[in-house]
């Protein structure tokens, strides 16, 4: 279990270490290597998907002395709910390397960024304490700003500035929360500790819990985006490349939501069970308001960025109900939403890469061009609007009607959600594909080729599956989720 | 007998001696014998390896005698001074090489900018094994001075004249602010050393301290907060950064920083906490005016140099904020200030490899795309920068993590909050060279060259930077030695 858990954060690093060294002249190694290692981590999330326990319980796998002069320790642990993420994680990252071999520009730079990132968000995954969990968390940082930076589009500079002032002005907040937890433990326990454990431990009163939860709650704010914090998404993922992409929205975003999860709801409950009305509203807000700034986007990576802020707000929602029902489906809906949007952002870079732009009204009845192509996007349009027998519908259909219990008008307006992604995602593939070819420059695109039917095939197979048997995940996860929803329901009936 | 009884013991001042010693062989080697430089580097090669060399005597020596006073209680062998000896050392050696090569223009003047450095090197030294405060006085002169020069040895650039000179106006009214200092100091509590000092007022009791002895602790205090550019002392930094050749302004900074911090230390250790002065208001406003100014001129800088000047000028108040409440937040200062001096030092090798060694100013617009062509640097340069904004997993966020940590538990949460908003500014400082040199297209193709023995201390400086993200024990037990036997 240690070497597992350690393969995966260590191989991506040991393998950029081989791609750094490799002399220039040996292009054509570049992407074996690098696909090589970031499918190490694949067996990673396979061997826990088999060997887990999933009893519930947070498993603390191992820890290592740290800062020994005070006492802190990096605790390495997992649960059912972290497993899921890893394994979006651990199966978008060879994924988009493989859909993104169109980069021809500093290629080398562009896989040890990947992996490092593979790396850094696996290891936040595992952390089971504050400090490596923020230590991680940052981390990720670096190599986004070089992705977006470098290989990004021509407004770059903007976005990546913006993108990392945000992110970086939400992680101070927690950076501080982390340091007052730490001597909180401090004070209680006579040493300081960061571990979950201990931190779940700590008796604090209703004031303590309301400040740390604000404070840890608006650095992942930033980070899923709830809504007034969203402005950077849509310019970071318009200016990225399309692994970028693919891993921003797939993989990044869910950092937050699992953060709240993980962090806030259970550490803060008292404080979460006060503040989580508003989170439900900030959370519609955000459904509607996304959802209804996509409608008239004319760039398609526009319309999917809002399309997820969209999304995001259900899962906001769904942990803000509180019900086991609800923050089930944000789990699901947190995995869903990576591979939906995950394989959303990957079609439109296969788009990009063959015509050089984004703007839907360039386009118009390539489906007789692209038969293979149309299908698969209609397939993750599909998903994405939340079609039932594909896997978004079974995860926000579980988080309406777990938030319908404790905030029916919000679950009602959330529900106009769907039907606005249907409007957008449905005008947006009748503006590409439908009817006649409307530009003759067009008729030269080609089909998917095989590199890329083969970088798309297994997010769709993943939609199917997830869309008709949801138990394959629900069976990881709902032990977990149902002790959290305990804890919020007992602290429910503490107040009340 | 005579020597016993005056504690004559050459073993703790022989770094400085060393280096004086070269020094004067040097000299002499050049106008003399005419030595090739092949020879001349050899020679100092070697001085430089013998000064090594007495270094661990020094700390042998102090593992036989533990702290100690020699010389009739002039000269301190204690924890800090080791800590600053070894400090200090890393610094000349990590510099040494684009010192000499990038001299190369200066020809027959090189040996001056050799001798310049390793005078200063001595001098700092000396001061930072002074028990007492007129030792220190001279060693901080003779290594001040030969600093001053230092930033005008290139004479036929004004802007290096203009850093000299203002370096040495205002340096030497600072200077006078710290002998007028000691002065005070002396006539109202007749001590002339830091333990001295620390004896009386103990003796006296703290309510009968004089406030004449507190004006002067106060004022030599200031002179050297004035050395580490902290502000309101600011305002040389920026101008003799820019105007000194770039190739002396890593070892310049990092030098005097590093001698005066533990200085500080050391006084914030033995003299403060007998005074109640650690945190007082006057401390605070110094290190949070150091952070906000700095912070926000930097971020307006659009001169390479000027920036990490401005950046120096905040690190220098975050240093001192741990200083200044004492205790253990101490440690994670001079923790701190390890770290930031090994970024520092990096940062300007690559800064001096990648412009002209020599050149005074630095716009960024000139360096656009300068290092994409080298990965090598281009990573380096980030890791430096990286550390210095306090990114997680390199040596910075452990500095910051563990200053905050301490300042947060000893209550001043007013200063923690400003740093932490004050390092999101940071961020974008940092991140802008980044972006200018390795990602902005290059407008012309300069091929740069990096030296074996360059790449060998920048890979060394680097690999640190991140190590002691990921394993920060090492320094920080070495840190907490220094300390923790005081408190």
Known sequence: MKLAILSGILAPVFFSFVLALLPKGRKELFFPIAAFGSTIPVATSLYLLIFGIFDGTYKNVFELPWIKLYGINWVVGYDGISLAMIFLTTILVPLSILSSSAILRRTKGFLISVLILEAAVIGVFTSADLLTFFLFFEAILVPMYFIIGIWGGKNRKYATIKFIIYTVFGSIFMFAATVLVGLLVLQQFGRLAFDFETVSNLVLSLDQQKILFLLFTFAFAVKVPIFPFHTWLPDAHVEAPTAGSILLAGVLLKLGAYGIIRISVPFFTDAFVEYRGYMATLGVIGIIYGAVVAIPQKDIKKLVAYSSVSHMGFIILGIASGTLIGMQGAVLQMLNHGITTGALFMLVGFLYDRKHTRDMTEFGGIKTVMPLYAAAFLVVSFASIGLPGLNGFVGEFMILIGSYSAYGIHSALAASGVVLAAIYMLWAYQKIFTGELKFESNESLVDLNLREKISIAPLILLMITIGIYPYLVEKFIQVDVLNLAKVVELTLGGLS | ?487
């Open chain 2, 1 to 487: 007998m005579i020597s016993e009884a005056l504690g004559i013991n050459y073993v703790v001042i022989a770094p400085s001696l060393c280096l004086l010693i070269i020094g004067i062989i040097f000299i002499i080697s050049d106008l003399s014998l005419k030595l090739k430089p092949l020879y001349q580097g050899l020679v100092l090669t070697f001085g430089l390896l013998i000064t090594g060399v007495t270094i661990i005597f020094k700390i042998v020596e102090y593992g036989r005698l533990g702290v100690s006073s020699h010389f009739s209680s002039m000269i301190l062998l204690d924890e800090f001074a080791l800590f600053s000896d070894v400090l200090l050392y890393i610094v000349a050696i990590c510099t040494f090489p684009i010192i000499w090569t990038s001299s190369s223009v200066l020809g027959e003047k090189r040996t001056e900018a050799i001798v310049l450095v390793l005078m200063s090197l001595s001098g700092f030294m000396l001061m930072t094994s002074s028990d007492h405060y007129m030792m220190l006085f001279i060693g901080l002169e003779i290594g001040s001075i030969s600093l001053y020069a230092l930033a005008g040895l290139n004479r036929k650039d004004s802007f290096s004249n203009e850093a000299a000179l203002k370096y040495f106006i205002f340096g030497s009214f600072a200077s006078a602010i710290l002998v007028y200092g000691i002065a005070l100091m002396y006539t109202s509590l007749s001590a002339t050393g830091f333990y001295e000092t620390s004896r009386t007022i103990a003796y006296i009791g703290e309510q009968n301290v004089p406030l004449t002895a507190i004006i002067g602790l106060a004022l030599f205090t200031f002179g050297m907060l004035f050395k580490v550019s902290a502000a309101p002392f600011h305002a040389w930094a920026p101008d003799v950064y820019q105007g000194a050749p770039t190739a002396y302004v890593g070892y310049m900074s990092a030098v005097v920083k590093g001698a005066s911090f533990v200085i500080l230390a050391r006084l914030s250790i033995i003299v403060f906490p007998l005074l109640s002065l650690n945190r007082s208001i006057i401390f605070a406003i110094i290190s949070i005016s150091s952070v906000v100014i700095g912070s926000f001129f930097a971020a307006t800088q659009t001169d390479l140099k000027r920036l990490i000047a401005y950046s120096g000028i905040a690190q220098a108040g975050l240093i001192f904020s741990g200083i200044a409440s004492g205790g253990h937040a101490v440690t994670a200062s001079l923790f701190y200030l390890g770290t930031y001096i090994f970024q520092l030092v990096g940062l300007f090798i690559v800064i001096s490899i990648t412009s002209d060694g020599f050149s005074s100013t630095i716009e960024l617009d000139m360096l656009k795309g300068r290092l994409k062509k080298n990965p090598f640097l281009g990573v380096c340069f980030s890791i430096f920068l990286l550390g210095l904004a306090g990114m997680p997993l390199t040596s910075g966020f452990i500095a910051k993590f563990l200053l905050f940590t301490n300042l947060w538990a000893a209550g001043l949460y007013v200063w923690v909050i400003v740093f932490l908003l004050a390092s999101v500014l940071g961020f974008y400082f940092y991140l802008k060279p980044i972006w200018t040199l390795s990602i902005d297209e290059a407008e012309s193709d300069v091929i740069l060259l990096v030296s074996r023995t360059n790449s060998i201390i920048l890979s060394v400086l680097a690999l640190l930077t991140i190590l002691l993200g990921i394993a920060p024990s090492s320094l920080l037990n070495i840190a907490d030695w220094v300390v923790s036997s005081y408190l």
